[in-house]
């Protein structure tokens, strides 16, 4: 059974900064497209930034410049370092891996990231 397990969540100040880390077990993960996906109450779940395999990066309008994914395949870990917070990124986010960029796909349970003052 793939195991996701996402860290780092917490409240902080607008402006602020936050570190997620996503930490994969049980999968070969050189093999899989990485990625953050976030999802607000009442809003649908929406692709914040992606790695793929190859290493090519994918962000949304709305955090580029702000957001840096990374992968490090030794540790079977992606990271997702957001600085400059804004009070509209409030959201559960959650580490996704899919297989091959298409294949099937596994999903954290979340972790909660709270902006505010």
């Known amino acids: 059974q793939v195991q996701l397990v996402e860290s780092g969540g917490g409240l902080v100040q607008p402006g602020g900064s936050l570190r997620l880390s996503c930490a994969a077990s049980?999968?070969?993960?050189?093999?899989?497209?990485m990625g953050w996906y976030r999802q607000a109450p009442g809003k649908q779940r929406e692709l914040v930034a992606k790695?793929?395999?190859?290493?090519?990066?994918n962000y949304a309008d709305s955090v580029k410049g702000r957001f840096t994914i990374s992968r490090d395949n030794a540790k079977n870990t992606v990271y997702l370092q957001m600085d400059n917070l804004k009070p509209e990124d409030t959201a559960s986010y959650y580490c996704?891996?899919?297989?091959w960029g298409s294949g099937p796909q596994y999903w954290g349970q979340g972790t909660q990231v709270t902006v505010s003052s």
């Open positions: 790695v793929t395999r190859g290493g090519s990066l």
């Open positions: 996704n891996a899919v297989l």
């Open positions: 049980r999968i070969t993960f050189t093999l899989y497209d």
